[in-house]
């Protein structure tokens, strides 16, 4: 059983079928299995900029489409193989844990261990690189 708990006019899809709440916050139980996931864990096409932003939404369209699953699901496996030779052990660990998500056909938590390497990965991408001296700055030290 899930309770979702949506924020007025907070959109989430349910089995593919996109649902928006009204102009009050509502709780919703849902009572069997389901492919759910709310409008702010999904990212726009033109976000897939990054590795890690591409396996993400493949991910995201494997669970809101399933009819796309099938084909989905190779380049799935090989992103997240590839983002796993990438990090560290720690980011490595959530690339994998999402594998077996993947395996289980869980593509929800799949993307949930798949939204920290993805804030970790902006991190990353937002770091400036370290002044560098030049070599005729060093003569002068």
């Not at 139980?29 to 396996?55: F, G, H, M, W, Y």
């Amino acid at each position: 059983m899930l309770k979702l708990t949506l924020k007025p006019h907070e959109r989430v899809v349910v089995n593919g079928c996109v649902i928006r709440n009204g102009d009050r916050r509502q709780a919703l139980t849902v009572e069997n299995r389901a492919d759910i996931v709310r409008e702010s864990d999904l990212l726009k096409p033109e976000s897939q900029a990054t590795p890690v932003s591409k396996v993400y939404f493949l991910l995201q369209t494997a669970l809101i489409r399933p009819e796309t699953r099938e084909q989905a699901i190779t380049a799935i496996q090989k992103g997240l193989v590839d983002l796993a030779c990438c990090f560290g052990p720690e980011m490595r660990s959530r690339v994998m844990v999402a594998a077996n998500y993947v395996s289980a056909a869980d593509y929800y938590k799949a993307m949930s261990e798949m939204r920290v390497v993805l804030r970790y990965e902006t991190e990353l991408m937002q770091m400036r690189p370290a002044h560098r001296v030049q070599p005729q700055q060093m003569a002068q030290v």
